[in-house]
C-alpha cells in the first residue's frame, strides 16, 4: 500500500494576532511544522497548537527560522555560523520543551522561509543547520526541498532526510521550482494540484512548466492554510489520495516524550 | 564535612554586549544561572558559556525571566498563568537544548529579577513557574528564596527545592531580604562578606541588620560575578570557605547531557 | 451646531500579521489613534495608514504603549521614569516622522492599553507620560479617560487634555468603566450603544448599570474596529449621531506636515 | 583655515549593557551618529547620550540600522523597499523626537554597519534610503563613504552629502576600503593614523595599502570609541589635526530644536 505523508506550518499566530486554522489543518495534514518563536509563535500559542496536534496524533518537527520576527522570516539574512547553530539549536529546544509539556516528542525539523530556501543550495549555512540537529539530537529527521543539494548533503553528514514537494508549486523540468516571481508559479485550482500530487505519490513524476515530466522524490507533500481556500485545497488533496487508497501518515509516526 | 554550593548569574552577554566575566565565575562557583534569551544571552553566546561551564564542571540551571531585554527582566509584568507558564518552558527547553549540544544535562532553574522576587510571595505566578517545571522536568530542582513562601509551597507540589541565601545582602531580623532601597541593603567588604557566608555554613545563621541572629536554611550561596569587585568578592568567599574545611560542590552534581 | 469627534485604534497589523480594517474604519471615525510599533504597528504598514489617514482626512494621534510586541501592550510594567518618558518621546517621534512623510502632523496623544489604564489613576506614570509629550511637543493634546485623575493632572500641567468616553462599555454611577471582569461590561447591541452614544452627546449622560444617569464630560468616543462586527457597531454609531444631526469632526483638525 | 569634521558612533548601549564612552568621545569628535534602537539604544539610554552631545555642542545625526539588535546590525539583511523606507523614516523620526526633547535638531542621517556598507554600492537599497530622509526632512545631510556610489547618487536625487573617510582603516588604491578580512586592513598606531589623517585633511590623499598615493575627498573623519584605545586614538588624532592648525567643526553646526 502507498503511503505518503502531509505536511503543513502551524503555530504561526503571535501574541494577539491570528494566523492559520490549526485546529483546520491538524484534521488535514499528518505532520505539523510548528513555529519556535523566531518568525512567528509565542509560547503560550505554541503549546496550544502542540497540545491539539498531539490530540490529532499528527507528528511535529521544529520549524527553524532566521530571527525576524517583522519579516515572518522570509527575508535572507547572513549569519556567521555559530549564530546559525545556536539560533537553530536553541528553536528545537525550546519546541522539544513544550512538546515535552504537551506529552509529545519532536520528531523532525524543518527550516523555514528564507533559510530554506538558503540551504537548498548555500552549504555553509547548509552545513550549519545540520551541525545544530546533530548537536541537539541527531535522530531528529530533516525536511528539504526534493532535488535541492541540501538533500545529499544531510544524508551525507548522517541525517535522515525526508524530500518534500510543493502541492500548490509548479515545477521546472530540472525538478527545481518555478521562482514565484514568474508567472504560473502557484496553482490555485484545488482539483488540478490534488490530481498532480495523487501521479506524484503514485507515479513519482510530476508534470512541468513546459508540459514535460520531471522525477520528484517526495516523501512528503507541503500543503498550505494560511486562509481559507488553502484549507479547501489541502482538504481536497487529501481526500483525493485517500479516495485513491493512498494512506497518509506520518514519516515518522508520532511520539509521545 | 560540610558542603556548601556557590551559584552565580552567568550567560548574560548579549550579542556585541558583554556583560560580567564568566570564565573567571566559573572558576569560583560550582553552579551557574545560564541567561535563557529573555532577559539576556543570544543563543551563540549561551552555548559559549555552556562549554565553558562543561569544562570546569560546574553544574547549570536555566536562569528564566521574564520577556524584557531592554529592561533586563528587573521590572515587574503581569503575565497570565499560560503565557508565563509557556515562557518558563519555552527557556527551560531552549536551555536544555543548548547544554545537550554542550554534552551537559540542565540540573535545576533558577528564576531571574523581577520573577525571582515576585514569585517569592505571589502564590500564583509561583505556582505557575511550578506548573511550567513539572510540565517539561520534574527532576529539574528549583532555586529559591531561603525562608520565602515559595520554599514551603514548591516542596508540597514535589519539587526539589534548594534554599539559598545572598552573599552580599543584609538580612532583616525575619530572614527576609533588607530592601535595595533601604541604606545599608548590600555589603560591600569582602571580609565581612566571606566571615558571614562561613558562619551561615557552619552555624546557620547570619547576622541582622539590628545585630541579631536569624536562622537562614540555605543550600546554596549566590554570588555575583558583574563587576571585577564582585569577582574579588566572589572569589574571596570561595577561598574562606574551603580554609575552613568546607568543601565547594554543587547541590546538583553536573550531568552530562 | 453639536459637534463630537470619533476615535479608533488603527495601523494594529504587525508584519504579516493583519488586525482591524483599518480601510473601513476610515470612513467612520474622525480621529485614529496609530500604533507607534511598541504594541503592534511596523513601519511600513504605519506608513500605509497613514496615508490612508491623510487620503481620508482623519485626524492621527499617537497610540503609544509599553515595548510589549508578545503581549499587545496589555500587560501591566513598573518602568522607571527615564524608561518611560523615553519611551514615550521615541514612539511619539517615530509617528511624527512617518506622519511627515504621509504629509501629516501628528495632533494628539492616546496611551494604549496597560498604559492608558495604569495613567487613568497612577500620578507617578501620568507625570512622565505629560512631561514626555511636553518635551517633545507640547502643542499635542492626550486623550485621557472621562472622569479620571489624569485629566486634571494633565490640565494642570498645561496639555489639552481630550475627555473620551468608550460606546460599547457599561458605566458605574461614579462614572468610571465596569470592569471587564464584570458581567455586562461590554455592550454588544449596536442600537442601544448608537442611542446611548447619542443621549451622551447631546445631554452629557450615560446610563449606568444600576439604571442611574451620570453626567460624562466627553469630547470624543472611542470605537473599536477589530471585528467585523465592531465596524459594524461604529458605523452604526455614526449615522445615528449624523441623522440627530450631529457634526462628526475631530477635536483637533488634520494638519498636514 | 582648513576645516574638518570627526565623527563617531554614539549611544550604542542597551537597556543594562553597556558599550563605548559616550561622554570621553562628546570631547574630542564635533559630530555623533547616534544610535535609534534597531541595531543599539534604547530610548532612554539614547536621550541621556543627547543631552550630553546637546552640552558638549556636538552636532547630531541618526545612526540608521537594519532591525537586528541580535546581530548589533552588522549582518546582510534584504528588505524591501516599503519596508526600509519606512525602519528609516521610523528611526530618524525617533531620534528627531528625542533630540527635540534634548533641545537639538538632528542634522543628519549615516546608516550604521551592514546597510552603511550594501548602499555604499547597492542602488536600490540606497534609493530607498534616500526617498526616506526626503520624505521625512530633505534637510537632512547624508554622511556617505567617499568614492562610493552613494555620494553622486544621493547628490543627484538632491541631498547634502558628506563623504567621510576612516580614520583606522587602510585603503586600496582606486579608494576603497582594504576588506577586514584582509590583513592589514585596519590600523591599531595612533601616530600613524594621526599623521594620515593629518595629510587627508591638508593634501587630499591617503597612501595606499601597496604605497601609493589616492585621492579620497572626505570632508569628515569617522573614528572609534568601543574600547580605551580606540577613544585614545581618537584623541590623538585630534591633538595631531589641532596642533596643525586645522579647525574641527560639524559640517553643520548643531541646531537647537
Known amino acids: 500500500m502507498t503511503v505518503i505523508d ?35 509563535g509565542d509560547p503560550a500559542g505554541i503549546l496550544r497548537t502542540l497540545r491539539a496536534a498531539s490530540k490529532a496524533g499528527v507528528a511535529v518537527g521544529a520549524h527553524v527560522s532566521y530571527p525576524d520576527l517583522v519579516g515572518f522570516g522570509r527575508r535572507n539574512m547572513d549569519p556567521s555560523s555559530a549564530e546559525l547553530i545556536g539560533d537553530v539549536i ?34 555553509r549555512q547548509a552545513a550549519d543547520v545540520i551541525t545544530a540537529i546533530q548537536a541537539i539530537d541527531p535522530q531528529l529527521s ?9 538533500v545529499a548533503q544531510a544524508r551525507e553528514a548522517g541525517l535522515t532526510v525526508i524530500p518534500e ?9 530540472d525538478g527545481t521550482l518555478v521562482s514565484r516571481r514568474q508567472p504560473g508559479a502557484v ?25 514535460r515530466m520531471v522525477r520528484i522524490d517526495a516523501e512528503s507533500i507541503c500543503v498550505h492554510g494560511d ?15 485517500e479516495s485513491a487508497g493512498i494512506k497518509l501518515q506520518p514519516f515518522s509516526l508520532p511520539r509521545t516524550a
Chains 1, 2, 3, 4 share one sequence.
Open 90 to 123: 536553541y528553536q528545537i529546544g525550546a519546541l522539544k520543551g513544550l512538546a515535552a509539556a504537551a506529552g509529545l516528542a519532536v520528531t523532525y525539523v524543518k527550516p523555514h522561509g528564507a533559510l530554506y530556501n538558503t540551504i537548498a543550495s548555500d552549504k
Open 165 to 173: 514537494a510543493f502541492a500548490d508549486r509548479a515545477y521546472n523540468a
Open 6 to 40: 502531509l505536511n503543513s506550518d502551524l503555530g504561526e499566530s503571535f501574541g494577539a494576532w491570528r494566523m492559520g486554522d490549526d485546529h483546520a489543518m491538524l484534521d488535514i495534514v499528518t505532520s505539523a511544522n510548528v513555529a519556535c518563536g523566531f518568525h512567528a
Open 227 to 241: 486562509s481559507p481556500s488553502a484549507v479547501a485545497m489541502a482538504r481536497h488533496i487529501r481526500q483525493r489520495l
Open 142 to 150: 530533516l525536511v528539504a526541498l526534493a532535488g535541492s543539494s541540501l
Open 187 to 211: 496553482l490555485h485550482d484545488p482539483d488540478l494540484v490534488a490530481r498532480r500530487m495523487l501521479r506524484l505519490v503514485t507515479e513519482g513524476v510530476v508534470e512541468t512548466v513546459d508540459n
